[in-house]
């Protein structure tokens, strides 16, 4: 059983910060992908970031220069650090793994159950 929780959402006021973090813990053999993504109301998903496990990152160009994605591969963590909010940064946001739990088993993506994120004064 492989679980994701995410944590650091909450209400900020624009151009402020805040941190997310995402732990994924249980049978895991090995994790390709960590990435963020979020969903405002009446929007689909979208990816926000992405690290693999070499270090690699990839961002959605509107949060380049103000959000960078890390990760601890050691603990099984990423985290999102958010700088000069927005309001249209206002979004539940969600962890994904790209993983395999066993050796014998296939590449699958895990989520997490979401966090809130909301930039208003």
């Known amino acids: 059983q492989v679980q994701l929780v995410e944590s650091g959402g909450g209400l900020v006021q624009p151009g402020g910060s805040l941190r997310l973090s995402c732990a994924a813990s249980g049978s895991i053999f090995r994790i390709d992908t960590m990435g963020w993504y979020r969903q405002a109301p009446g929007k689909e998903r979208e990816l926000v970031a992405s690290?693999?496990?070499?270090?690699?990152?990839h961002y959605a160009d509107s949060v380049k220069g103000r959000f960078t994605i890390s990760g601890e591969n050691a603990k099984n963590t990423v985290y999102l650090q958010m700088n000069s909010l927005k309001p249209e940064d206002t979004a539940v946001y969600y962890c994904?793994?790209?993983?395999?739990?066993?050796?014998?088993?296939?590449?699958?993506?895990?989520w997490g159950q979401g966090t809130q994120v909301t930039v208003s004064s």
């Open positions: 690290i693999t496990s070499d270090g690699s990152t």
């Open positions: 994904k793994a790209n993983l395999r739990a066993h050796w014998t088993t296939p590449w699958a993506n895990y």
